[in-house]
Every structure is written in C-alpha cells, then in structure tokens.
C-alpha cells in the first residue's frame, strides 16, 4: 500500500521507502563487519519486525539463521503498558549464540530492555539490538542500541511492519497516523 492510498489517515511521511531500504543496506554492512567469521542468529520480534527481518535478511550477504518471538506490552492502546507477555517463544537453544534481535521501534525501551535480559540469561555468547526506528524523546529506560536505522519524534507512526489495531503494517513507507484515526 502507497501512503498516497491513505493519506487523509496520515498527517506525514516520515520516511520513503527508499529511504528505509537504504538505511537497512548500510546497517547490513556494519553488522557483516561486526560479525565476520561468526555464526548468527536473527532473531525477529513479531509482528512489527516482519518487513525489517525481511528486508534485512535479504540485505546480508553471508548466511544467517532465524527464530521468532512475540512479545507484547500494548494490548490495543497506542501506548506500551510496560507489562511483558511471550505470546510465542524461540525455537532455537541460545546457548553461546551471538544474537542479533531485530526490532521495528523502540519507544519507552521497556519491552525492549526485559527481552535483552531474557535472551541473555538463556546462555546467549552475545545479545545486540537491531531497530528500524527509536523516538529518543519517550525513552523510559535507556536501551543499549548497537543499530539504528532513524531516530524520530514521539509520534505513533505506522506502515512497514507498524500498525495500529493490525492495520497499516503493509504501507510502503512509515508515516505518522492522524489523531482522529485512534481517537
């Protein structure tokens, strides 16, 4: 879906989607470099993080293996209630594997923090965080990042992977959902 589709439900486009899959081929870079010689599990946090696992893993040039893992803190609200439930969990052992999870957006981190946690008290060897998006500005804790595609404003912004009510994840683009959508 083309953000020209909706856009009485959008009051911006943030970002193209040029845009985002030039900053995925950057990142891929870095994380080629970073992990040369090692084996690595990607890690994609559902549902959000479909277009970017995607995108990203096409995008490496080197063989990686995936798992999955849902996790929720919104319900249905536009906001995280920072209570974590696994709605479903990894297939993979983690014992002395380098993990790479791979998230849509990060906003209070909350979610976020308590999944770096979790994965690394399975055995992981290491644990890193890949985010598309993070808005500095609704941080609640602070979440050691190692890639970030873009920081961008606190808004609720939808479209590659981000939804509102499971609507919006197919739009090309990421845009920031009008008010009177939600209200």
């Known amino acids: 879906m083309e953000p020209a589709e909706i ?20 990142l891929c870079r870095e994380i080629e470099r970073d992990y040369e010689g090692r084996e690595l599990l990607v890690v994609g946090v559902l549902k959000g993080a479909v277009m970017v696992m ?3 893993s096409r995008e490496l040039r080197r063989h990686v293996q995936m798992d999955w893992m849902a996790v929720s ?19 993979t052992d ?29 055995g992981a ?16 804790v602070d979440v050691d990042v190692k890639y970030v595609g873009f920081e961008i404003p606190n808004h609720f912004v939808v479209g590659y992977g981000l939804d509102y009510a499971e609507r919006y994840r197919n739009l090309r683009a990421v845009g920031i959902l009008a008010p009177h959508v939600y209200s």
């Open 7 to 26: 856009q009485g439900d959008l009051t911006e486009v943030l970002l193209s989607e040029a845009d985002i899959h030039q900053r995925i081929a950057e």
């Open 54 to 56: 995607a995108d990203l």
């Open 73 to 91: 803190s919104y319900g249905a609200g536009t906001q995280s209630s920072g209570v974590v439930r696994i709605l479903k969990d990894l297939d």
């Open 94 to 122: 983690l014992t002395d594997r380098d993990v790479l999870i791979v998230e849509d957006i990060i906003d209070s981190g909350l979610t976020l923090s308590w999944l770096r946690e979790n994965l690394e008290s399975r």
């Open 125 to 140: 060897a290491s644990v890193e965080i890949c985010a598309l998006l993070r808005k500095p500005e609704a941080a609640k």
